[in-house]
């Protein structure tokens, strides 16, 4: 698109590329439907008036603004803003769809819905999206493939399972999600093929590797909040003993804080498998 090198540049009305601004960047001296035909008319191709009104109405429809074509476009509400931004984006059925963390001036509720919508819309009109956020739930809900970044390098490109069960690095595992880290020195080989026997600060245990570990490797061990379960339902061969020191209420689940040693560690359980007397153990 740009290179002082070679002296290219390409105009942006020119790249074919829709783009959602953080920002909205939604024209306040135009109403929603002059809003969404703006790239119709600036672009190369010349539409007939009956042209331009049939694919604003379309793309207004999918994002439900049709019924508000003529408000003006400061009086609508945020979500609202935040749909005929992407409406505008898509008017023009770019190639590339560009989203600069469309969702994050919404509020939680909205925000949820807005996920939806937007995979939905996605997925329906068929256009490769990039989509850049800090919301580690926005990615794994909305994408195919998640690249994770670090200071301009990307550590890790996988799909959102992938990326969240089996991170490659300790960034990866630290910044996508809450997990617990423990060191650990491998004693050899478990009973399933790519596991391991782990000796920790805490007693051995026995984990999954994407790497060929050899013995005496040292290790370090990301360990999910979910994936610590009660006494009951833990594997004998797997069990530490632990203390809760604080938990907080939050609907869908509690956390909890345990102390195991001299450690503070996170856990996570749906309130129906928390008992006052139980103590997380893994």
């Not at 672009?43 to 003006?72: C, P, T, Y």
């Not at 992938?162 to 991170?167: T, V």
Request: aromatic letters at 8%; one cysteine or more; charged letters at 25%.
């Amino acid at each position: 698109m740009y290179s002082s090198t070679n002296g290219v540049f390409v105009a942006p009305n020119r790249r074919g590329f829709g783009m959602v601004f953080q920002s909205y960047a939604i024209w306040p001296h135009m109403n929603v439907f002059q809003n969404a035909a703006f790239p119709l008319e600036v672009g190369d191709r010349r539409f007939s008036r009956q042209e331009i009104r049939d694919k604003v109405l379309r793309v207004l429809r999918a994002v439900q603004l049709d019924e508000l074509a003529d408000r003006e476009a400061t009086k609508l509400s945020g979500g609202q803003q935040q749909r005929l931004a992407l409406a505008r984006a898509l008017v023009m059925e770019p190639q590339l769809l560009l989203l600069d963390e469309p969702l994050s001036n919404l509020d939680a509720k909205l925000r949820e819905r807005m996920r939806f919508e937007l995979k939905r819309l996605q997925r329906e009109l068929r256009i490769t999206t990039v989509y850049v956020t800090h919301d580690q739930s926005e990615a794994l809900a909305l994408s195919h493939s998640i690249a994770v970044m670090n200071e301009g390098h990307i550590q890790q490109i996988g799909t959102p399972r992938e990326i969240y069960e089996r991170p490659r690095s300790q960034f990866v595992a630290d910044f996508v999600g809450t997990t617990n880290f423990l060191d650990g020195t491998v004693l050899g080989r478990g009973a399933k093929p790519g596991h391991f026997r782990v000796r920790t600060e805490f007693g051995e245990v026995e984990v999954l590797s994407d790497d060929d570990l050899r013995l005496s490797d040292r290790v370090v061990l990301s360990v999910r909040p979910r994936t610590w379960s009660s006494p009951r339902s833990g594997p004998k061969g797997q069990r530490l003993e632990a203390r809760v020191d604080q938990k907080v209420f939050l609907g869908e689940f509690i956390d909890f804080q345990v102390k195991l040693g001299g450690r503070i560690l996170l856990a996570r359980s749906h309130p129906r498998c928390a008992r006052p007397s139980e103590t997380p153990s893994t």
